[in-house]
């Protein structure tokens, strides 16, 4: 996992600004998802080519008896723990407080890199009123405007060479990851504990029992990868306890680190817009996905209720429907080995790679017979295709008007690949240029 990095501080100190300005401005960013409530958030960054989580917290204020301000304070108590790095916030307009002095004695007790950030320096004259915060006792602080972004570069570079180093090796390193995510309750654990014939994760009928996510060796029958079972992911507005928070937000990042993602489907209640959210995701950032239907045993069956259950799914997921859909349980271990083959199927499709003659060979015979249609009598001619060398199957094809080439083609041409060189479970990226 990337290192994290908490910005904390009082409310209104511009944590919010600055945390917007270090994802705006990224463009490796994947995805910024809001946190539950208020101003809780947390996305992904980099700087200078080095990755890390940020996470935006709620103001902290201590001492108040309010119970929304106690569950702040949770909350970042928790951030802070999280986190590998401290971004500690004042404001240089209302000055050193009580309050920040209070928060800057609790942050030292982290035993981690705690930066000192004194916001709202726009100019050269405020620089010496700053100078009032060395009463905390720190030998440096970083000025910044996060509002202009005028100061970030240097603090950036100071929080990226601290990071912890990366001499140690991950023991799972090379192997596939492949994270069984979903809604909580629908049986990860369950699934997680049957395929590995032990009682790896705690199980019971208390929705969210898992905290973390938890990754396993897997190595059976042929097979060798990383399983991770992660928290149940809920709707932001089912979330509202603070572990389960950055439960959430770690199954989030297991889902972007992973290759495949299996999202599991409580039979018993159909395929809701959470599942639709986990595989908005999974399609998102490009992973192979695997449905999995679990308690499949608890369903009254007639004649095609499975084909009936499989078509609603498919119509509700959209274009991208070539995904396989498995109907499980994990209680009884019904099909279980029939997903993790179907899983590393989808794994080896995901790194595929076509060598270019063939691709050519087989995809140009195709546009003649339907090529793109003539728009104000010019005609589209796609000249040559070639796959990029990149993580998952992006495919670009060279023509003489590729700004003509309009989003039904392109969904053609997805199809087409699908049908001859198979990518099930696996999101295709298309893309058409000038030659």
Known sequence: ???????????????????????????????????????????????????????????????????????????????????????????VEEGLTDTDQEIFELLRK????????????????????????YQLGVEKYFTLSSATGSGTGELLDQVVSDFPTTDYKDPFEGLPKITIGGRPNVGKSTLTNALLDVERNIVTDI??????????????FGHEFVLVDTAGMRRKSKVNEDLEF??????????????????????????????????????????????????????????????????????KIGQFNDVPILFVS?????????????????????????KTSKLNEVMLPIFEGTPPPAIKGKYIKI??????????????????????????????TENQLRKEFGFTGVPIEVYFRQK
């Open 207 to 220: 929705a969210g029992t898992t905290r973390d996510s938890i990754q396993t060796l897997y190595n059976k």
């Open 383 to 412: 000249k040559y295709c070639v796959q990029l060398p990149t993580p998952s199957p992006q495919f670009v094809f060279f023509c003489n008007l590729p700004q003509y080439v309009k989003e039904p083609y392109k969904r053609f």
């Open 246 to 315: 950055y439960s959430v937000m770690r199954s989030i990042r297991s889902i972007e680190y992973s290759d495949v993602v299996i999202i599991m489907v409580d039979a018993t209640l159909g395929w809701e817009s959470q599942d639709m959210n986990i595989f908005g995701l999974a399609q998102k950032n490009r992973k192979g996905i695997v449905i999995l239907v679990n308690k499949w045993d608890l369903v009254e069956k007639e004649t095609n209720t499975m084909r009936d259950f499989e078509a609603a799914i498919k119509h």
């Open 330 to 354: 994990a209680l009884t271990k019904q099909r279980i080995l029939k997903a993790v083959e179907v899983a590393m199927q989808v794994y080896e499709d995901r790194k595929k790679k076509i």
């Open 110 to 133: 982290s035993n981690k890199p705690v930066y000192l950030v004194v916001n709202k320096v726009d100019s050269s004259k405020e620089e010496l009123p700053a100078t009032e915060f």
């Open 1 to 91: 996992m990337s290192n994290i990095v908490a910005i904390v501080g009082r409310p209104n100190v511009g944590k919010s600004t600055l945390f917007n300005r270090l994802l705006e401005r990224r463009e490796a960013i994947v995805d910024s998802t809001a946190g539950v409530t208020r101003d809780r958030h947390y996305g992904k960054s980099d700087w200078n080519g080095v990755d890390f989580t940020v996470i935006d917290t709620g103001g902290y204020d201590v001492g108040t008896d309010d119970i929304f301000e106690q569950e702040i304070r949770k909350q970042v108590q928790l951030a802070v723990d999280e986190a590998t790095s401290i971004i500690f916030m004042v404001n």
